[in-house]
């Protein structure tokens, strides 16, 4: 009985020591969100998507945002300079607990589109000043109006403003 009793508790004792001597992993994140993911837009504007990242207070280190990718639907252009000037440019970190206010990125709209068009902008970065781990994916939609429902709405809000110039 004793022997058993030495064989298990070394069965649990190696996996513990293991475990114990294991380097410690952070697993610390970001919150990122665009403040507005949808964004109507007409053909040959430019729109600015703008957001929040927040690093949760529970993190253990400062995260530092260290790079970004664009997608950008064909045909519309995208650029992240914006992101680009606040953040990377001065390898920006946040302390557990930090928030950042802010525009992200502009999306020009060419005159040909029509339609929604869905693109991702994504963030990387990491506990590291050279960490480029994927800590976010901001999914967004522009909206583009087809002419006839443009057509059909400034004619409904005609409609709209001439009779209640009649009734005044």
């Known amino acids: 009985m004793n022997r058993t009793l030495r064989r298990t508790s070394l069965l649990f004792a190696l996996p513990a020591a293991i475990l114990l001597s294991a380097p410690v992993m952070r697993a610390d994140s970001i919150v990122a969100v665009l403040t507005r993911p949808v964004i109507s837009a007409s053909p040959g504007s430019t729109v600015e ?52 206010s802010g525009a ?47 057509v059909l709405l400034s004619l409904s809000l005609t409609g709209v403003i001439g009779a209640a110039r009649r009734k005044a």
Do not use: K, M
Request: charged share 10%; glycine share 12%; net charge negative.
């Open 104 to 150: 992200f990125f502009d999306i020009g709209v060419p005159l040909s589109a029509r339609g929604d068009f869905i693109g991702s902008f994504d963030i990387q970065g990491g506990s590291e000043l050279n960490d480029l781990n994927l800590l976010a994916t901001l999914q967004y939609q522009v909206s583009v109006p087809e002419p006839g429902s443009l």
């Open 49 to 100: 998507f703008t957001g929040t990242i927040t690093a949760p207070a529970t993190n253990s280190a400062t995260i530092y945002l260290n790079g970004d990718t664009l997608n950008a639907p064909s045909p519309f252009t995208g650029d992240e300079s914006p992101f680009v000037n606040s953040f990377l440019l001065g390898h920006f970190a946040l302390n557990p607990g930090d928030t950042f």
